[in-house]
């Protein structure tokens, strides 16, 4: 059956679908928009797992690509073959820790990399591009205060991940103003749920409490995050996509603060685990103290709302880690690495 037959069929194209966030985007997307081809251009970095996207091998309407976004000819070109309408970026290097231990490689895919679609999206002239960004870039409010993350709230990144990720916010704006690329940026607080790559507060105190391994609780425990489930994200992303003006900014978040200790206790309480498993560790340096945004633009102008409260999504998330022991320890074991499906190789 050829693909574009129906006159709403459109494809799009884009970035980190083998990751957390991209995957749960792509599976959410394909199911409940039948006329829509996904480009998935994916580096396969260490957070590349393409165990995550399984359940899509014999999706037709899903091309995986297995490629870096800075190489600018072939994104030019999968968008011509494909006749993209429009490109969303969720690739990233995504981890603050490992932003603090080498910086660079957050330089080539967060600021390179967003360069090189919106230089694609420039010359096409696709009909949007969205840009998932992070609340991190405003850096960090004040613990105990009533401060919360606004659009107009000034760009403060602390850490060199947000630093990476404001910059690519910046040229995402110039390219708007200068070039009238139709941008979009998204600036999202902490996710959770399934398929998170356990490097991240949840998934790794998830994983550590269910082998009664130790719980590394950075500092005192006390800073504070704004927690929000992956699939009330995906939403807004795509809504962003379909209705997000241009030049446009829209913080998402579900007004869900929680300081790490409280996550962690959490957790272990639904696992029905000792608190004797919580480590105190070395704080993190430069560690932001509070995340917490206010969503109310993208509630009214996107018409966006969270549908997954915290205790639901936490346990549910607990569930899936617990009901895939083998996503688990090929994560551990390293094998995830080696899943290159027949169906993926035929797409390199
Ligand atoms: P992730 O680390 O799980 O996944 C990133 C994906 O991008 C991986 O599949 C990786 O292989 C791919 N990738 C990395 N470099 C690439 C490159 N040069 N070219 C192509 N692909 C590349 O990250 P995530 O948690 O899913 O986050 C996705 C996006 O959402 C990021 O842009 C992040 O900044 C943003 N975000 C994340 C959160 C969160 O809590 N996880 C919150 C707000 C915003
Ligand atoms: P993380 O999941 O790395 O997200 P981010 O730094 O982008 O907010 O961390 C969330 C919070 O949890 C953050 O305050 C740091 C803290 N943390 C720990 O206390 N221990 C850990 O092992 C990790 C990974 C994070």
Redesign the pocket.
């Known amino acids: 059956m050829a693909f574009m037959s129906a006159s709403d069929n459109k494809t799009i194209l884009i970035?980190?679908?083998?990751?957390?966030?991209?995957?749960?985007f792509v599976m959410h997307m394909l199911s409940s928009h039948p006329n829509l081809r996904i480009i998935n251009?994916?580096?396969?970095?260490?957070?590349?797992?393409l165990e995550?996207l399984q359940s899509l091998e014999q999706e037709d309407r899903h091309v995986f690509v297995h490629?870096?976004?800075?190489d600018t000819e072939l994104m030019h070109s999968l968008c011509e073959q494909y006749d993209v309408e429009g490109m969303i970026?969720?690739?990233?290097?995504?981890?603050v820790d490992r932003s603090i231990h080498d910086a660079s490689?957050f330089i080539?895919?967060?600021v390179q990399?967003t360069l090189s679609l919106l230089t694609v999206a420039r010359n096409l002239k696709l009909k949007k591009y969205v840009q998932?960004?992070?609340?991190?870039v405003y850096g960090s409010l004040e613990l105990n205060s009533q401060g919360v993350f606004t659009e107009e709230t000034p760009l403060a990144p602390n850490s060199p991940?947000s630093a990476s990720?404001a910059s690519a916010d910046m040229f995402v704006r110039a390219f708007h103003h200068t070039h009238d690329v139709p941008t979009v940026i998204?600036?999202?607080?902490?996710?959770?749920g399934p398929r998170?790559?356990p490097e991240?507060l949840i998934p790794l105190m998830i994983l550590n409490a269910m082998e009664s391994k130790p719980l590394p609780v950075y500092g005192d425990g006390m800073n504070v995050r704004d927690w929000?489930h992956?699939q009330d994200?995906c939403n807004a992303i795509w809504l962003a996509y379909e209705h997000g003006k241009p030049g446009e900014v829209y913080n998402?978040g579900s007004d869900n603060e929680w300081s790490n200790l409280h996550i962690v206790h959490s957790i272990l309480a639904l696992l029905g685990k000792s608190t004797d498993l919580i480590h105190f560790v070395q704080d993190r340096p430069g560690h932001d103290k509070r995340y917490a945004i206010d969503a109310s633009k993208a509630k009214r102008e996107l018409h966006w709302k969270p549908n997954i409260s915290f205790e639901q999504g936490l346990r549910e998330t607990i569930q899936w880690y617990q009901e895939h022991p083998e996503w688990c320890e090929h994560i551990l074991n390293g094998q995830y690495r080696d899943y290159y499906s027949k169906q993926y190789q035929r797409e390199r």
């Open positions: 970035s980190g679908g083998a990751g957390f966030i991209g995957s749960a251009v994916d580096a396969l970095t260490y957070a590349g797992n995550n490629a870096k976004i800075q970026n969720i690739a990233a290097e995504s981890h490689p080539d895919t967060n990399g998932v960004s992070t609340d991190e991940y990720k998204t600036r999202c607080s902490n996710n959770y998170q790559f991240k929000i992956v994200h998402i």
